[in-house]
């Protein structure tokens, strides 16, 4: 009847495609239309004129003010959201850096870095296209109910009655949801993790021939995390199968009481016609409230995951606490400390003298990196306290303190940079001459000039072009440029030969000046020069003295002397013997 009525009028074809649209349109032209249809008879004709207003020109002025539009509208989204996720990535980073050893230690590397990637895009996503959704949908829902009220209420007050079920099923969806996106995020911690401990030790993977066994074990992570998405997306299906249901059934439920409404002469057929064109509108923002908050859900999620790294106490100096100088004794006074319920070190008491060589002897877990640890602050004291100087280490700032202690590691960490920038890293921008001399001290300046870019060789991700060796020397040279007035080596020179190993300390000894040094070892050639060595055995200081008293006495020291002593002597023999 109505395209009857269209094509039989004399209107312009401008005029009767704005109708059309006004009728058969989608839902968003069907409101907007400019045309407004007010009533029409059953014979099919037209009872009043179309409101018709504008030209082409108008329309086409329109057309290029909301291209405009919306093209602000994106850019400055865009700008707006990737300036607040900077803002969020460089906090994350930021509060990173100060958070506790122990901290990092109890998180895998992977599922920070996914916190910090993926969860931060989800967010950026849901900024930069949701959020904006959110507000759009809230304002049509409102204007379309006015609209629809002001034409009739009863109807209105059906098509309303349908909202609050579809807000129920979404609240109930929202919560069940959030924790299947919980699930899902923490499988892909764990995927990522599996990634980047597999590339991180991929020379072990290779020499153990672990391949199969990493790609099942990934491959089983993988699978994990697939099934989790694919019954994610089972529960979206019902979800939006049900809200189509819904949506089709109140369309149903306002045609019929429409129908009602018209035949008892409550409102005309235009009216009526008008009415449906508004409550499809309605339905559709009704409808988008699902995908809404499927993605605020994730992005609830992911806020949550990143929240919970910046929730995380930073490390904190105490109010009184500020810059000392590191100069004069060290006194380790009744220490006692455990990780968790385990005992490391127990009422230990020594002192270290200023500008002395104190070399530390123990077995496997029996406190020595611990001693450096505490010493350094990465890890707070549970009893008893350290001084130097005559000053608790809790009393200087943490950043004055570690900026005076000079520390190699057992495991030396080389950044994937120039050999160069590794080893000027504590002090950039040194001269080239420095660099080379803190190298010689090291002996590996002769090795580094070997390489055929010398200074400016990439040592690749954690060093591996390097030897064990080369970085250990490597991480003395760039502890040496530090100049720290403590310096501790946590048997950094484990993976060197025993006359590489002796030319190291002759030199450093010639150079080190008036610095106090820690020397830690299982070698008792590397210690047997110190000033004074001090055994560990549980936790507990079983000995203490210069080498010749230690060996003067039975103990454990004089065992491992005489054990490793004799394997020296059995090398020597089998060479002569060669």
Same mark, same amino acid.
């Given at each position: 009847?109505?395209?009857?009525?269209?094509?039989?009028?004399?209107?312009?074809?401008?005029?009767? $495609?704005?109708?059309?649209?006004?009728?058969?349109?989608?839902?968003?032209?069907?409101?907007?239309?400019?045309?407004?249809?007010?009533?029409?008879?059953?014979?099919?004709?037209?009872?009043?004129?179309?409101?018709?207003?504008?030209?082409?020109?108008?329309?086409?002025?329109?057309?290029?003010?909301?291209?405009?539009?919306?093209?602000?509208?994106?850019?400055?989204?865009?700008?707006?959201?990737?300036?607040?996720?900077?803002?969020?990535?460089?906090?994350?980073?930021?509060?990173?850096?100060?958070?506790?050893?122990?901290?990092?230690?109890?998180?895998?590397?992977?599922?920070?870095?996914?916190?910090?990637?993926?969860?931060?895009?989800?967010?950026?996503?849901?900024?930069?296209?949701?959020?904006?959704?959110?507000?759009?949908?809230?304002?049509?829902?409102?204007?379309?109910?006015?609209?629809?009220?002001?034409?009739?209420?009863?109807?209105?007050?059906?098509?309303?009655?349908?909202?609050?079920?579809?807000?129920?099923?979404?609240?109930?969806?929202?919560?069940?949801?959030?924790?299947?996106?919980?699930?899902?995020?923490?499988?892909?911690?764990?995927?990522?993790?599996?990634?980047?401990?597999?590339?991180?030790?991929?020379?072990?993977?290779? $020499?153990?021939?672990?391949?199969?066994?990493?790609?099942?074990?990934?491959?089983?992570?993988?699978?994990?995390?697939?099934?989790?998405?694919?019954?994610?997306?089972?529960?979206?299906?019902?979800?939006?199968?049900?809200?189509?249901?819904?949506?089709?059934?109140?369309?149903?439920?306002?045609?019929?009481?429409?129908?009602?409404?018209?035949?008892?002469?409550?409102?005309?057929?235009?009216?009526?016609?008008?009415?449906?064109?508004?409550?499809?509108?309605?339905?559709?923002?009704?409808?988008?409230?699902?995908?809404?908050?499927?993605?605020?859900?994730?992005?609830?999620?992911?806020?949550?995951?990143?929240?919970?790294?910046?929730?995380?106490?930073?490390?904190?100096?105490?109010?009184?606490?500020?810059?000392?100088?590191?100069?004069?004794?060290?006194?380790?006074?009744?220490?006692?400390?455990?990780?968790?319920?385990?005992?490391?070190?127990?009422?230990?008491?020594?002192?270290?003298?200023?500008?002395?060589?104190?070399?530390?002897?123990?077995?496997?877990?029996?406190?020595?990196?611990?001693?450096?640890?505490?010493?350094?602050?990465?890890?707070?004291?549970?009893?008893?306290?350290?001084?130097?100087?005559?000053?608790?280490?809790?009393?200087?700032?943490?950043?004055?303190?570690?900026?005076?202690?000079?520390?190699?590691?057992?495991?030396?960490?080389?950044?994937?940079?120039?050999?160069?920038?590794?080893?000027?890293?504590?002090?950039?921008?040194?001269?080239?001459?420095?660099?080379?001399?803190?190298?010689?001290?090291?002996?590996?300046?002769?090795?580094?000039?070997?390489?055929?870019?010398?200074?400016?060789?990439?040592?690749?991700?954690?060093?591996?072009?390097?030897?064990?060796?080369?970085?250990?020397?490597?991480?003395?040279?760039?502890?040496?440029?530090?100049?720290?007035?403590?310096?501790?080596?946590?048997?950094?020179?484990?993976?060197?030969?025993?006359?590489?190993?002796?030319?190291?300390?002759? $030199?450093?000894?010639?150079?080190?000046?008036?610095?106090?040094?820690?020397?830690?070892?299982?070698?008792?050639?590397?210690?047997?020069?110190?000033?004074?060595?001090?055994?560990?055995?549980?936790?507990?200081?079983?000995?203490?003295?210069?080498?010749?008293?230690?060996?003067?006495?039975?103990?454990?020291?004089?065992?491992?002397?005489?054990?490793?002593?004799?394997?020296?002597?059995?090398?020597?023999?089998?060479?002569?013997?060669?």
């Amino acid at each position: 009847e109505i395209s009857a009525c269209l094509v039989g009028s004399e209107m312009c074809i401008r005029d009767r $495609a704005r109708i059309a649209r006004c009728v058969y349109g989608a839902p968003d032209q069907k409101a907007g239309a400019v045309g407004t249809l007010y009533d029409i008879h059953a014979d099919g004709r037209l009872n009043h004129q179309f409101e018709v207003t504008g030209g082409v020109r108008e329309e086409e002025c329109v057309a290029l003010l909301r291209g405009f539009c919306n093209y602000g509208q994106r850019t400055q989204l865009s700008r707006g959201s990737e300036s607040f996720v900077k803002r969020i990535r460089d906090g994350l980073y930021d509060h990173i850096q100060h958070l506790s050893f122990s901290w990092h230690t109890a998180h895998s590397t992977g599922e920070i870095i996914q916190r910090c990637t993926s969860d931060v895009d989800v967010i950026r996503t849901f900024v930069c296209n949701q959020l904006v959704e959110v507000v759009r949908t809230v304002f049509l829902i409102i204007l379309y109910l006015v609209i629809m009220f002001r034409m009739n209420v009863r109807l209105s007050f059906v098509a309303l009655a349908f909202i609050p079920i579809v807000g129920l099923s979404s609240g109930v969806f929202y919560r069940r949801i959030s924790g299947r996106f919980q699930a899902a995020d923490e499988a892909e911690g764990d995927l990522t993790t599996c990634a980047q401990e597999n590339l991180t030790g991929v020379r072990v993977v290779r $020499a153990f021939g672990r391949e199969r066994f990493e790609t099942d074990r990934f491959c089983e992570k993988n699978e994990k995390f697939a099934s989790l998405w694919i019954r994610l997306g089972r529960l979206l299906s019902v979800y939006w199968a049900s809200g189509t249901l819904l949506t089709c059934l109140q369309v149903m439920v306002i045609i019929v009481c429409g129908i009602v409404e018209s035949v008892h002469g409550n409102m005309t057929l235009g009216e009526f016609l008008a009415f449906i064109s508004y409550n499809e509108a309605l339905s559709w923002p009704v409808r988008s409230l699902g995908r809404v908050l499927s993605d605020m859900s994730k992005a609830g999620v992911s806020l949550d995951r990143v929240g919970y790294i910046l929730r995380a106490p930073e490390e904190k100096d105490a109010p009184e606490a500020a810059p000392h100088s590191a100069a004069g004794d060290i006194v380790f006074d009744h220490v006692t400390f455990g990780y968790g319920e385990t005992p490391v070190l127990q009422d230990v008491s020594f002192t270290i003298p200023q500008g002395s060589t104190f070399a530390i002897l123990g077995g496997t877990g029996s406190g020595k990196s611990t001693l450096v640890h505490l010493l350094d602050r990465l890890y707070d004291l549970q009893e008893g306290r350290i001084t130097i100087g005559g000053v608790d280490i809790r009393s200087f700032t943490r950043e004055s303190l570690r900026s005076q202690i000079g520390l190699v590691l057992q495991e030396p960490f080389l950044f994937s940079q120039t050999i160069r920038e590794n080893i000027a890293a504590t002090r950039p921008g040194a001269p080239q001459e420095e660099l080379r001399s803190a190298a010689a001290i090291a002996c590996v300046d002769e090795a580094i000039c070997e390489f055929p870019e010398g200074y400016e060789t990439l040592v690749g991700e954690r060093g591996v072009t390097l030897s064990g060796g080369q970085k250990q020397r490597v991480a003395i040279a760039r502890m040496l440029m530090q100049r720290a007035p403590i310096m501790v080596f946590d048997d950094s020179l484990s993976a060197v030969d025993a006359e590489t190993d002796a030319k190291i300390r002759a $030199a450093l000894h010639e150079s080190l000046g008036k610095a106090t040094v820690l020397l830690i070892s299982h070698r008792v050639t590397t210690l047997m020069q110190a000033d004074c060595i001090l055994v560990l055995d549980g936790g507990r200081v079983s000995e203490l003295g210069t080498h010749a008293e230690l060996i003067a006495k039975p103990g454990i020291y004089r065992d491992i002397y005489d054990i490793q002593m004799s394997s020296d002597d059995r090398r020597l023999l089998g060479k002569e013997g060669v």
